[in-house]
Protein backbone atom coordinates (compact mmCIF):
# COMPACT_ATOMS: atom_id res chain seq x y z
CA UNK A 1 0.00 0.00 0.00
CA UNK A 2 0.89 3.68 -0.74
CA UNK A 3 1.18 6.08 2.05
CA UNK A 4 -0.32 8.83 0.36
CA UNK A 5 -3.93 9.98 1.65
CA UNK A 6 -6.86 9.83 0.09
CA UNK A 7 -10.18 11.20 -0.26
CA UNK A 8 -12.63 8.09 -0.68
CA UNK A 9 -15.58 9.24 0.92
CA UNK A 10 -17.12 10.50 -2.28
CA UNK A 11 -18.01 8.34 -5.36
CA UNK A 12 -14.45 9.82 -7.22
CA UNK A 13 -11.23 9.17 -4.77
CA UNK A 14 -8.69 11.37 -5.39
CA UNK A 15 -4.84 12.01 -4.07
CA UNK A 16 -5.18 14.80 -1.29
CA UNK A 17 -1.79 16.33 -2.62
CA UNK A 18 -2.77 16.48 -6.32
CA UNK A 19 -0.84 19.39 -7.73
CA UNK A 20 -0.80 21.64 -10.40
CA UNK A 21 1.25 24.04 -12.33
CA UNK A 22 0.69 28.03 -12.46
CA UNK A 23 1.49 28.60 -16.11
CA UNK A 24 2.91 31.98 -17.65
CA UNK A 25 -0.71 33.27 -18.54
CA UNK A 26 -1.91 32.57 -14.40
CA UNK A 27 -3.80 29.34 -15.97
CA UNK A 28 -4.34 26.35 -13.47
CA UNK A 29 -5.45 22.87 -14.13
CA UNK A 30 -7.95 21.36 -12.02
CA UNK A 31 -7.44 17.64 -12.02
CA UNK A 32 -10.12 15.46 -13.84
CA UNK A 33 -10.93 13.70 -10.40
CA UNK A 34 -11.56 16.57 -8.74
CA UNK A 35 -13.54 18.76 -11.80
CA UNK A 36 -15.45 14.92 -11.78
CA UNK A 37 -16.33 15.49 -8.36
CA UNK A 38 -17.37 19.21 -8.19
CA UNK A 39 -19.30 18.77 -10.85
CA UNK A 40 -16.80 21.17 -12.47
CA UNK A 41 -17.90 21.56 -16.65
CA UNK A 42 -16.59 23.53 -19.92
CA UNK A 43 -17.36 27.41 -19.35
CA UNK A 44 -17.82 26.83 -15.61
CA UNK A 45 -17.53 30.46 -13.79
CA UNK A 46 -15.47 29.89 -10.80
CA UNK A 47 -15.18 32.81 -7.75
CA UNK A 48 -11.55 33.21 -5.61
CA UNK A 49 -11.09 34.53 -2.36
CA UNK A 50 -7.76 33.79 -0.52
CA UNK A 51 -8.55 33.09 3.78
CA UNK A 52 -5.63 33.18 5.58
CA UNK A 53 -2.90 32.56 2.66
CA UNK A 54 -5.27 30.00 1.15
CA UNK A 55 -6.65 30.19 -1.81
CA UNK A 56 -10.25 29.06 -2.11
CA UNK A 57 -12.17 28.61 -5.44
CA UNK A 58 -16.33 27.88 -5.56
CA UNK A 59 -18.85 27.73 -8.23
CA UNK A 60 -20.29 31.30 -8.91
CA UNK A 61 -23.71 31.80 -8.05
CA UNK A 62 -26.31 32.59 -10.36
CA UNK A 63 -24.12 31.89 -13.29
CA UNK A 64 -25.71 28.41 -14.50
CA UNK A 65 -25.54 27.04 -17.82
CA UNK A 66 -27.83 28.99 -20.32
CA UNK A 67 -29.03 25.34 -21.52
CA UNK A 68 -30.18 24.48 -18.67
CA UNK A 69 -31.51 27.93 -17.59
CA UNK A 70 -33.96 27.28 -20.74
CA UNK A 71 -34.52 23.60 -20.11
CA UNK A 72 -38.17 22.52 -20.11
CA UNK A 73 -39.56 26.22 -21.16
CA UNK A 74 -40.95 24.79 -24.10
CA UNK A 75 -43.69 22.56 -24.88
CA UNK A 76 -42.99 18.93 -25.92
CA UNK A 77 -43.89 18.31 -29.36
CA UNK A 78 -43.38 15.51 -31.70
CA UNK A 79 -40.66 15.97 -34.26
CA UNK A 80 -42.16 13.64 -37.46
CA UNK A 81 -45.26 15.77 -36.92
CA UNK A 82 -43.51 19.34 -36.75
CA UNK A 83 -41.40 18.28 -39.63
CA UNK A 84 -44.73 17.20 -41.64
CA UNK A 85 -46.50 20.33 -40.79
CA UNK A 86 -43.60 22.48 -42.76
CA UNK A 87 -43.20 20.74 -45.59
CA UNK A 88 -46.98 20.00 -46.92
CA UNK A 89 -48.51 16.92 -47.82
CA UNK A 90 -46.50 14.65 -50.12
CA UNK A 91 -46.48 15.16 -53.64
CA UNK A 92 -48.80 13.26 -55.63
CA UNK A 93 -48.89 12.80 -59.41
CA UNK A 94 -52.57 12.36 -59.44
CA UNK A 95 -52.97 15.71 -57.75
CA UNK A 96 -50.21 17.73 -59.37
CA UNK A 97 -51.72 20.18 -62.19
CA UNK A 98 -50.43 19.71 -65.57
CA UNK A 99 -47.80 22.14 -66.45
CA UNK A 100 -47.75 24.21 -69.67
CA UNK A 101 -46.20 22.75 -72.70
CA UNK A 102 -42.49 23.67 -73.27
CA UNK A 103 -41.45 24.32 -76.84
Not at 85 to 100: C, E, H, I, L, Y
Request: no cysteine.
Amino acid sequence: MSSRRLDSGGRNSYDVGMKSVVSEKGQVTIPKPLRDKLGLRPGQVLEFETRDGVLVGRKAAGHENLVDAVRGVLNRMSVDAEIDTMRGKPWNAADDRPRAKRR
